[in-house]
C-alpha cells in the first residue's frame, strides 16, 4: 500500500488519499532511503521500481572518528532545538 502511493507520486504527480485525488506541486522531488540487503524484514525493490530514481548513492558506515563527532553533535543539541511546523489540524 504504502509503496503504491510512493509509485502514484512519483509517475503521476498526484496522490489519492481516502478517493479523493490532490495534485502535487511542481517541481515535486522524490528522495529515500533503502536498507542495506542484509537486513531482515526488509525487501529489495524490484528493478522496476528502482529505475524511476535518477541515481544511488552508497554512504556506507562512518569511521570511528567521524561516529564520535556525529555522536557529540547529537549529544549537543537540547530537547527543545527541533520546531516543527503544524501541517494538519485535529
Not at 504504502?2 to 502535487?24: F, N, S
Not at 525493490?45 to 570511528?64: C, H, I, T, V, W
Not at 549529544?75 to 532545538?81: A, M, T
Request: proline residues 8%; glycine residues 4%; aromatic residues 4%.
Amino acid at each position: 500500500k504504502t509503496q503504491a502511493a510512493l509509485l502514484e507520486a512519483m509517475e503521476e504527480k498526484q496522490v489519492t488519499i481516502e478517493g479523493i485525488t490532490h495534485k502535487l506541486p511542481a517541481p515535486f522531488i522524490t528522495m529515500a532511503t533503502q536498507n542495506p540487503i542484509e537486513q531482515e524484514g526488509t525487501y529489495p525493490l524490484p528493478e522496476a521500481q528502482m529505475d524511476r530514481f535518477l541515481m544511488k548513492m552508497s554512504m556506507g558506515y562512518p569511521n570511528r572518528q567521524e561516529e564520535k563527532a556525529i555522536l557529540q553533535r547529537r549529544k549537543l543539541r537540547g530537547k527543545d532545538d527541533h520546531e516543527v511546523e503544524q501541517m494538519t489540524s485535529p
